[in-house]
């Protein structure tokens, strides 16, 4: 027997004893109220055969309107007896009108009626129960709304979002897998109440002693599930402080809301920003029914853009990276999440114009979006020539062959590192930026260079690189103690860049975008941060080991120059940046110069040209010059 059918015959089976109950608790009241004094006379047969009917009729409708029969005997909780009580109800309101028109032709309706609903409704909990009995062993649970074998836990926020959180997590299904011991409310109010049965227990000064408590009363430590106010970015900091030092593990309540299930808190939590209300319909405009081609695709970035992209069907999607790895695990991922939408997974280096040509000329694109890189700062410091040719000559390319296949759209991916750059990954990335505006506006390919700053989790982030440190014991290593650098989760830039690429409508035009990052964020309290989500203390548990700077690292970095002019959009999230472009006929030359000297390795060539072609770069390295000179 098939899932399928097994489930509905589960479901036949339990709508079934749901009504043979009603009908044997319908026939012993009719039988029950007979026998009393109240009643004389033979048995009224007539009255006790209609009576039943009726009342089993409405009870398969309450139930089946309430979904009853879905539930699963074995996993009985509080949200379903809850259930229970509202279709018994609800089958009560469907019977009594019948009643009342039969009244003439039933003996003792009224008394009849409330005598079978409360044997009925007995026999309903006596069938679940042994049914939770021979599964749990616990047969009363399905009473308590706090379940006594789910996992300990304690409510961190405010009132507000608590008593949401309770609601959803006893009428869930989910609920039975926790069992909320009590709300820690941030401001302290209503000390000493109970919300919806659960106690508050005090404020975020007392969660300390409130965890040990708990942990002495009941034997294990609960988590804590922090909600509204508790997930900001400062109340998170503040809990984590005491819930490591306290040895608790802390959670988050899932995307679904409805589900409310709890899992552990992200790095990416700790951003915390306002949810922004992002009209998704000019970008959708702009990819329904088009062709897209995403380089990079199978990258953390490109990734996230090739899922956002191909949830708003586009005809066709195409993605190129030169990793075979990384092109695998997306063109898995989109096959099973968007199945309807035609994907091309070509493999292909983004420095091979040969292939590029190919891969465009069968893709016909309608937008672009270049998100392959080479993004390792150190490494690149090392392996200049290959920054070079893939950062710039790569992004040239790309941008040339949707000019030639008549893209309408180019969206480049770009950095804050490109800001004032004094390493080589932001002198190529700056390069690249002067030189697609400068492709577009010599076409009528509309382009858009998006910069942000760096990407929460992303392949060769820290974040990465701490989970495997502090998973081998530690030491958690940091280049210096003071450094900060911008952070944004990979979902909300992909989002911003996509609105960024429908902001330009203009053919030929190549305008110049940088993303609301918020306040930069201390790699140190980053790194505490990690550790703690962990329940361990920082440089008791897990030692914090500072290594000093590496090669073409900042201590902060920044998002526009100062000669900028930043102007919002009618995006949030999205500012526009004028940036004025002084090159002339010969930045042309000395590009093909640039390439030419890195496709033949000449490092010294390729790193006093690409300083020559992106100034604040050569100015950077010759006071780093002089500097290690004097």
Not at 410 to 417: A, E, L
């Amino acid at each position: 027997m098939n899932p399928q059918r097994s489930a509905r015959r589960s479901m036949l089976l339990t709508l079934s004893f749901d009504a043979a109950m009603a009908a044997t608790a319908m026939i012993a009241s009719s039988i029950l109220i007979w026998s009393s004094d109240a009643i004389t006379g033979p048995y009224a047969i007539g009255s006790g055969v209609l009576s039943t009917f009726f009342f089993v009729l409405a009870v398969i409708l309450g139930f089946t309107i309430r979904g009853v029969q879905k539930q699963v005997w074995r996993h009985m909780g509080w949200p379903d007896a809850v259930m229970i009580v509202q279709a018994v109800g609800l089958s009560g309101l469907f019977y009594l009108p019948v009643m009342l028109l039969l009244n003439g032709r039933l003996v003792a309706p009224w008394a009849t009626f409330l005598v079978a609903t409360l044997l009925w409704t007995i026999l309903l909990f006596a069938g679940r129960m042994i049914a939770l009995s021979r599964s749990t062993q616990m047969p009363l649970q399905i009473f308590n709304p706090v379940s006594r074998s789910g996992q300990p836990v304690l409510l961190v926020g405010d009132v507000e979002n608590c008593v949401t959180v309770l609601r959803r997590l006893q009428m869930s299904p989910q609920g039975s897998k926790v069992r909320v011991l009590g709300v820690v409310e941030m401001r302290g109010a209503d000390p000493g109440r109970a919300i919806r049965g659960v106690p508050i227990m005090g404020c975020l000064e007392d969660l300390g002693n409130v965890i040990d408590v708990l942990r002495v009363r009941y034997g294990q430590t609960p988590w804590l599930a922090v909600t509204g106010t508790a997930r900001s970015r400062e109340g998170m900091l503040q809990v984590l402080d005491i819930a490591s030092t306290h040895g608790a593990e802390i959670m988050a309540l899932g995307s679904d809301e409805a589900a409310q299930i709890l899992e552990p808190v992200r790095p990416a939590d700790l951003l915390a920003r306002p949810e922004r209300q992002l009209d998704i319909e000019p970008v959708r405009n702009i990819i329904r029914n088009a062709n897209v081609l995403v380089t990079g695709g199978g990258g953390t970035i490109g990734a996230e853009l090739s899922r956002q992209v191909a949830a708003l069907s586009p005809s066709s999607l195409t993605i190129l990276d030169a990793s075979e790895l990384n092109l695998y695990a997306i063109d898995m991922n989109l096959g099973a999440m968007a199945p309807t939408v035609q994907v091309a997974s070509r493999l292909g280096d983004v420095r091979d114009m040969a292939r590029l040509t190919d891969v465009f000329q069968r893709a016909q694109p309608d937008l672009v979006i270049h998100a392959a890189a080479l993004k390792h700062v150190p490494l690149m410091e090392h392996n200049l020539c290959e920054a070079v040719l893939t950062n710039v000559g790569g992004a040239v390319n790309s941008a040339r062959a949707a000019v030639a296949v008549g893209a309408r759209r180019f969206v480049f991916i770009s950095t804050d590192k490109a800001v004032d750059p004094d390493n080589v990954m932001g002198a190529t990335k700056r390069l690249a930026e002067i030189a697609v505006s400068r492709i577009a506006a010599d076409s009528r390919m509309s382009a858009s260079m998006v910069r942000f700053g760096n990407v929460l989790g992303s392949s060769g982030s820290v974040v990465p690189l701490f989970e495997r440190q502090i998973a081998a014991g530690g030491p958690v290593t940091l280049t210096h103690p003071g450094v900060t650098r911008y952070f944004m989760t990979v979902e909300e830039a992909s989002s911003l860049v996509l609105q960024a690429s429908a902001l330009q409508a203009m053919e030929g035009a190549a305008d110049l975008f940088v993303l609301d990052m918020g306040e930069p964020i201390r790699i140190l309290q980053l790194a505490e941060t990690m550790i703690r989500l962990k329940g361990l203390v920082p440089g008791e548990d897990i030692q914090i080991v500072t290594t000093g700077l590496r090669d073409g690292e900042k201590m902060h970095e920044a998002l526009t120059y100062e000669h900028e002019q930043v102007s919002p959009t009618r995006v949030e999230g999205v500012n526009r940046v004028a940036s004025p472009n002084g090159h002339g006929e010969l930045f042309d030359k000395q590009l093909v110069a640039l390439l030419e000297a890195a496709s033949r390795r000449e490092r010294s060539e390729t790193l006093r040209l690409l300083g020559v072609l992106v100034p604040e770069y050569g100015a950077n390295c010759a006071f780093r010059g002089r500097r290690h000179s004097a």
